[in-house]
């Protein structure tokens, strides 16, 4: 079974720092790419970090690169720093499936399993 669960969300003022997690257990674990991405309200799902297991390595939206720090292990690390109001979303962990391919390139129609979404919150 596939489970997904994100944590360490919340709230903080701008310039601020939040640590995200997620805990992946079932086929998750063997996925070819895991990912957060970001939803704000009225807007589209948007890939924020990327690590793609064959060649360890991590791609980021233009938007957060410098500021957020993507790294995988057991879990799916997200640190964010220097916060932004634009940051604020919720924020979801994704995996692809196994099957061998390239990059997911952070589109969400390569992703299959789906956390339930953490909410940050950044003040001005």
């Known amino acids: 079974q596939v489970r997904l669960v994100e944590s360490g969300g919340g709230s903080v003022q701008a310039g601020g720092s939040l640590r995200l997690s997620c805990a992946m257990s079932?086929?998750?674990?063997?996925?070819?790419?895991v990912a957060w991405f970001r939803q704000a309200p009225g807007k589209a799902r948007e890939g924020v970090a990327e690590y793609y297991n064959a060649d360890e390595k991590t791609y980021y939206a233009d938007s957060v690169k410098g500021r957020f720090t993507l790294s995988a292990d057991k879990s799916l690390i997200l640190q964010m720093n220097s916060l932004k109001p634009e940051d604020s979303a919720t924020y979801f962990c994704?995996?692809?499936?196994?099957?061998?391919?390239?990059?997911?390139?952070?589109?969400?129609?390569?992703?299959?399993?789906w956390g339930q979404g953490t909410q940050v919150t950044v003040s001005s």
């Open positions: 079932g086929a998750s674990v063997s996925a070819r790419c």
């Open positions: 994704a995996a692809s499936t196994p099957r061998p391919g390239g990059p997911c390139f952070l589109q969400p129609a390569a992703y299959r399993y």
